[in-house]
């Protein structure tokens, strides 16, 4: 077996240039810190299923931690301190998150350059539940309590370009705050609809599952309860139109009544808005009952109504840009294109795919090759190719491990 070593595409290299050309030269001393001047990292705690501590005990048990051992930062687990009981109790994990876009040319963090924003949460492990509509079958919408297990690990797991997630993270929560602060609406005019479009497939669902799964963690001290309501547009004119305005009723006036209650957060999650515009346009050309139509205004007609409620985020996705309903993208804040993944996120991608495989032992690691003989082996694998003037690269990487193979059996 060949060795695989899997290097994450944005792993810090060389940070540690103290050292050059042989020449050890002392490290600069601090700057002294300047309060306004650091940099706000979000450190998540998510504590034991078994945890009963309060959470302000664990905030301040952490950010004690992190101050003892003057660390840098960068996105990734911090151990937990085995010396510390009540942590180690407690705790399943630590993880410093969304240092990226600070940390530019493969720079660090240091410790003093940093403000840590500590973020304790405890998984819910209550699962969706289901709604039924009237026949008892088509489920119309699911409801989860935030943050909840399954969508653990799903924000680290979707990888995009330039930024969009922090777009989007940074979108909300300067929506959160400015509803906090009371920002007069009419004066400024913002809401609270997010819509992203593109191909099926580029993770725009699970984009949205997590972000809200991120911003109920984020915004966990204002907002102590979380719950996430995904609809599938779809399956609200799927077959029961006559039903369907009443599932829109019934559907927002449980919204209505969770956005109620101050401390509670709420998403809404709307799947294939562009179903809406079809619904619409069909109803016009008379090849569907009226019926739907009127499904479509009383679904645009209870999210204005849902405008006016601060603790409320709607977030919607559509496959097919050109067929949103006008009415939906004129009311959406951002709009974020969502395209297929470019070459360093599939190759991310692929990577952390092996990297799980890896971790399992479903794969197995194993060395043996020095530098030398790697650096030999796309040379060998080319004189081993049958037919090495017409090669794509999944064959030749088949062929490379084939030979490697054959390198570590001839040692
Ligand atoms: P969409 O809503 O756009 O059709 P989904 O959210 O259903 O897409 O995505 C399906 C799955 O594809 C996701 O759960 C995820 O595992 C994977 N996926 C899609 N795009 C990405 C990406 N950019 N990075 C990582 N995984 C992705």
């Given amino acids: ?43 998540e705690v998510c504590l034991k299923p078994s945890s009963t501590a309060r959470i302000e005990d664990v905030r301040s048990a952490v950010e004690i931690m992190l101050e003892k051992r003057s660390l840098s930062y960068i996105d990734g687990p911090v151990p937990v301190p085995l010396d510390d009981s009540f942590l180690v109790e407690n705790v399943q994990r630590i993880c410093v998150c969304d240092t990226d876009e600070w940390v530019e040319n493969h720079d660090i963090l240091l410790f003093w350059q940093v403000k840590p924003g500590v973020h304790v949460f405890q998984l819910s492990e209550e699962g969706p539940c289901e709604e039924l509509s009237g026949d008892g079958q088509l489920s119309s919408f699911n409801e989860w309590i935030l943050p909840a297990k399954e969508f653990d690990g799903m924000w680290e797991s979707l990888i995009y370009e330039s930024g969009l997630k922090q777009r989007l993270l940074r979108y909300a929560a300067s929506a959160l705050l400015f509803s906090e602060k009371g920002v007069d609406p009419f004066l400024i005019s ?51 139109f006559s039903e369907s305005g009443k599932l829109v009723a019934k559907l927002f006036q449980k919204i209505q009544e969770m956005v109620e ?92 795919c092996l990297q ?56």
Avoid at 361 to 368: F, K, P, R, T
């Fill in 1 to 43: 077996p060949m060795e695989i070593s899997l290097q994450s595409a944005t792993d810090n290299f060389g940070a540690d240039t103290s050292e050059q050309n042989g020449i050890v030269s002392e490290p600069p001393p601090p700057p002294p810190p300047l309060a306004e001047d650091k940099v706000l990292v979000s450190v």
């Fill in 190 to 240: 913002w809401n609270r609809i997010i819509l992203l479009h593109g191909p099926p497939g580029t993770g725009k669902t699970s984009l949205c599952k997590a972000l809200a799964q991120k911003l109920s963690i984020r915004f966990s001290s204002r907002y102590p309860q979380c719950q996430l309501v995904e609809v599938n547009a779809h399956s609200l004119f799927s077959k029961w």
């Fill in 261 to 352: 209650e101050e401390n509670n957060l709420v998403f809404v999650l709307i799947d294939e808005v562009e179903s809406l515009a079809a619904a619409r346009k069909a109803a016009l050309s008379g090849s569907e009952p009226s019926d739907s139509i009127r499904v479509v205004n009383a679904l645009l007609t209870q999210m204005d109504k849902l405008k006016s409620a601060t603790n409320v985020i709607i977030l919607t996705t559509s496959n097919i840009t050109a067929a949103i309903d006008i009415a939906f993208v004129d009311r959406a804040d951002i709009k974020a294109y969502v395209g297929p993944p470019t070459l360093q996120a599939r190759y991310e991608i692929l990577r952390s």
């Fill in 356 to 411: 799980e495989l890896l971790r399992t032992g479903i794969l197995s690691n194993s060395q043996g090759l020095s530098g030398r003989a790697l650096r030999k082996l796309p040379f060998l694998t080319h004189a081993a190719l049958a037919n090495p003037c017409i090669c794509d690269p999944s064959k030749f990487l088949g062929t490379m491990i084939d030979t490697s193979r054959r390198e570590r059996s001839e040692l």
